[in-house]
């Protein structure tokens, strides 16, 4: 089965070859782009423009010292103006391509670079077009970008090997002391302190002044005494209040528990989600300007446990995590990190078995390796078994296009593949991740779910993977997509992204978390609030708001650092 659908898949591509070897110097990577009017970036280092004239040929400066090896993509850019009727335009780039391929022989046969064609149609007339562009871009990879393309497919076997439970962080240690891999190892103890939003306190409400002066009286004329009170109660976990001692209490002073009872409102702690008894001591003192109270409460916990507030509300943990550079001090992976990875791939893709006849659409950037890692083990498992899911596409962002090049819709970077071998989808998966690493933060979600639905127009249902950090650049193509999207968002632990809140709000679809899948975004009406994960979101005319609390972890100390 595997044989055949790669068997397809070249011949498919020996008919563009063929198609393309009909003209001249046309790269086998290509890409074609319309925009407006390209914008020129002077301060990023790795982009380089060799500028030509309007209707020229030859570039203005050199391009001997840039290396064939160390680029990313190449981008010509051109304007669609022509001042003839008769002015062929792929005569002309074949002749700038013919310019570069001179300068810089290495060019030819390096499969590995992605080629673009930037038309620009903005300028109508010769004047307004001298003011734009013309000439080659040229992208360079970066230093992080050379070394993960010389060791991404390895770090995924890596990751892979860590879910299936043959592998830890000696294996990544042992690779750098044999001097395969060119990173430093740089270890921090971290401190983290977060809410336990599954803990929560109890609370005895409504002391106003009516019940204030009902109490007065109580202890002024029934019991004859206006001196201080402690009164110890016991909230128990219905929220009804009663005497710690009962026994020991007058039979009048009862009725104070009668006017505690009927008159405030009693809410019973929390612990780990499960509801508990509480003490409550209330200091009543008497004088004459009136009465006063004040109130400690504290939860009782299971099994004897003493109760601290700041254990009861905190969470604290010290970890010593251990990140992977390079030389420049960019973090390639952390390998600790993985350890404290959700595993929301697994978790939500083995409650929803349901889903069937979908296409999977998947972030192969490179902040989504450890996520990536759980879709392969899972599809390693499920693919060639039960699997009804077969459709998939892997987006990148654009194949190392530059940033300032990329248009919505139009930025590419796409691999679909329809299979039910797992051999073929892993093949595609790194095809995907090896042509780019994503460039800037906004990925092309929509971009590929629409390539993909175009591939299998009987999908019922998409299934899209996406990093929680990074808003879909075309979020304005949403409109397009006639299906409902289930969203699994990855690094999300922290909080929603609300735009994707909003985006599935508006297509029907549902968000799923690695406690919750959420189906009724599209029924949640304005001023209406959910809870997800214990954290609130407030729907305020269109748009989400999330509550502001927020832990942020906090490095105490570097351990070490060693190669």
Same mark, same amino acid.
């Given at each position: 089965?595997?044989?055949?659908? #790669?068997?397809?898949?070249?011949?498919?591509?020996?008919?563009?070859?063929?198609?393309?070897?009909?003209?001249? =110097?046309?790269?086998?990577?290509?890409?074609?782009? @319309?925009?407006? %009017?390209?914008?020129?970036?002077?301060?990023?280092?790795?982009? !380089?423009?060799?500028?030509?004239?309007?209707?020229?040929?030859?570039?203005?400066?050199?391009?001997?010292?840039?290396?064939?090896?160390?680029?990313?993509?190449?981008?010509?850019?051109?304007?669609?103006?022509?001042?003839?009727?008769?002015?062929?335009?792929?005569?002309?780039?074949?002749?700038?391509?013919?310019?570069?391929?001179?300068?810089?022989?290495?060019?030819?046969?390096?499969?590995?670079?992605?080629?673009?064609?930037?038309? *620009?149609?903005?300028?109508?007339?010769?004047?307004?077009?001298?003011?734009?562009?013309?000439?080659?871009?040229? %992208?360079?990879?970066?230093?992080?970008?050379?070394?993960?393309?010389? +060791?991404?497919?390895?770090?995924?076997?890596?990751?892979?090997?860590?879910?299936?439970?043959? @592998?830890?962080? %000696?294996?990544?240690?042992?690779?750098?002391?044999?001097?395969?891999?060119?990173?430093?190892? &740089?270890?921090?103890?971290?401190?983290?302190?977060?809410?336990?939003?599954?803990?929560?306190?109890?609370?005895?409400?409504?002391?106003?002044?009516?019940?204030?002066?009902?109490?007065?009286?109580?202890?002024?004329?029934?019991?004859?005494?206006?001196?201080?009170?402690?009164?110890?109660?016991?909230?128990?976990?219905?929220?009804?209040?009663? /005497?710690?001692?009962?026994?020991?209490?007058?039979?009048?002073?009862?009725?104070?528990?009668?006017?505690?009872?009927?008159?405030?409102?009693?809410?019973?702690?929390?612990?780990?989600?499960?509801?508990?008894?509480?003490?409550?001591?209330?200091?009543?003192?008497?004088?004459? #300007?009136?009465?006063?109270?004040?109130?400690?409460?504290?939860?009782?916990?299971?099994?004897?446990?003493? /109760?601290? !507030?700041?254990?009861?509300?905190?969470?604290?943990?010290?970890?010593?995590?251990?990140?992977?550079?390079?030389?420049?001090?960019?973090?390639?992976?952390?390998?600790?990190?993985?350890?404290?990875?959700?595993?929301?791939?697994?978790?939500?893709?083995?409650?929803?078995?349901?889903?069937?006849?979908?296409?999977?659409? +998947?972030?192969?950037?490179?902040?989504?390796?450890?996520?990536?890692? *759980?879709?392969?083990?899972?599809? %390693?498992?499920?693919?060639?078994?039960?699997?009804?899911?077969?459709? /998939?596409?892997?987006?990148?962002?654009?194949?190392?296009?530059?940033?300032?090049?990329?248009?919505?819709?139009?930025?590419?970077? !796409?691999?679909?593949?329809?299979? #039910?071998?797992?051999?073929?989808?892993? +093949?595609?998966?790194?095809?995907?991740?090896? #042509?780019?690493?994503?460039?800037?933060?906004?990925?092309?979600?929509?971009?590929?779910?629409?390539?993909?639905?175009?591939?299998?127009?009987?999908?019922?249902?998409?299934?899209?993977?996406?990093?929680?950090?990074?808003?879909?650049?075309?979020?304005?193509?949403?409109?397009?997509?006639?299906?409902?999207?289930?969203?699994?968002?990855?690094?999300?632990?922290?909080?929603? =992204?609300?735009?994707?809140?909003?985006?599935?709000?508006?297509?029907?679809?549902?968000?799923?978390?690695?406690?919750?899948?959420?189906?009724?975004?599209?029924?949640?009406?304005?001023?209406?609030?959910?809870?997800?994960?214990?954290?609130?979101?407030?729907?305020?005319?269109?748009?989400? !708001?999330?509550?502001?609390?927020?832990?942020?972890?906090? &490095?105490?100390?570097?351990?070490?650092?060693?190669?």
């Amino acid at each position: 089965m595997c044989k055949t659908s #790669s068997l397809i898949a070249i011949v498919l591509q020996f008919l563009v070859y063929s198609l393309c070897a009909e003209v001249p =110097n046309l790269p086998k990577r290509l890409k074609r782009i @319309s925009t407006t %009017k390209i914008e020129v970036h002077e301060g990023d280092s790795n982009t !380089l423009y060799f500028p030509m004239e309007f209707n020229g040929a030859v570039p203005k400066a050199k391009l001997e010292k840039v290396k064939a090896l160390d680029i990313a993509s190449i981008s010509l850019v051109y304007s669609r103006y022509r001042l003839s009727e008769t002015f062929d335009q792929l005569t002309l780039n074949a002749q700038r391509m013919d310019k570069l391929y001179a300068s810089m022989p290495g060019l030819k046969g390096n499969l590995n670079i992605q080629w673009n064609w930037v038309e *620009q149609t903005g300028c109508e007339d010769p004047d307004a077009c001298k003011d734009y562009f013309h000439g080659f871009v040229i %992208k360079l990879k970066s230093k992080v970008e050379m070394i993960s393309s010389e +060791t991404e497919i390895a770090l995924m076997d890596y990751y892979i090997s860590v879910y299936e439970g043959g @592998s830890d962080s %000696k294996k990544m240690d042992s690779l750098i002391a044999v001097g395969k891999l060119s990173y430093c190892k &740089v270890c921090d103890t971290i401190k983290m302190r977060k809410i336990n939003r599954r803990n929560k306190m109890p609370s005895l409400n409504g002391w106003n002044e009516d019940n204030k002066n009902k109490l007065a009286r109580y202890l002024r004329d029934e019991l004859k005494d206006s001196s201080s009170y402690v009164l110890e109660l016991i909230m128990n976990k219905n929220g009804e209040l009663y /005497f710690a001692d009962s026994s020991e209490m007058p039979h009048k002073v009862k009725k104070i528990l009668h006017l505690l009872n009927d008159k405030l409102k009693h809410t019973p702690p929390r612990f780990n989600g499960k509801k508990i008894s509480s003490r409550i001591s209330l200091y009543v003192s008497q004088d004459g #300007s009136g009465l006063d109270i004040e109130t400690m409460l504290s939860p009782i916990l299971p099994k004897g446990k003493k /109760f601290t !507030l700041d254990s009861f509300l905190y969470i604290r943990r010290t970890d010593i995590v251990c990140d992977y550079v390079d030389s420049s001090g960019k973090s390639i992976v952390k390998t600790t990190g993985i350890a404290n990875t959700p595993d929301v791939i697994f978790k939500v893709f083995d409650r929803n078995k349901q889903w069937k006849n979908c296409l999977i659409a +998947t972030d192969v950037t490179s902040s989504m390796y450890p996520y990536l890692a *759980q879709f392969k083990v899972w599809h %390693k498992l499920h693919l060639n078994g039960n699997s009804h899911n077969q459709d /998939f596409i892997f987006f990148n962002d654009g194949d190392n296009m530059p940033d300032n090049l990329k248009v919505t819709g139009q930025v590419g970077g !796409l691999y679909y593949v329809h299979t #039910s071998c797992f051999s073929d989808l892993s +093949t595609s998966m790194n095809m995907a991740m090896s #042509s780019g690493g994503g460039g800037d933060g906004p990925e092309n979600n929509l971009e590929a779910v629409l390539e993909g639905l175009s591939n299998n127009p009987d999908i019922k249902e998409v299934i899209m993977i996406a990093d929680n950090n990074a808003t879909p650049r075309d979020l304005a193509l949403l409109y397009k997509i006639k299906v409902p999207i289930r969203l699994i968002l990855c690094g999300a632990q922290f909080g929603i =992204n609300t735009d994707y809140l909003e985006m599935i709000r508006t297509n029907g679809g549902s968000i799923h978390t690695m406690e919750d899948d959420l189906y009724q975004l599209s029924k949640l009406n304005n001023g209406e609030k959910i809870v997800i994960d214990g954290i609130e979101y407030e729907m305020k005319y269109g748009k989400f !708001l999330r509550e502001s609390k927020t832990a942020i972890p906090t &490095v105490i100390t570097t351990l070490t650092t060693f190669k």
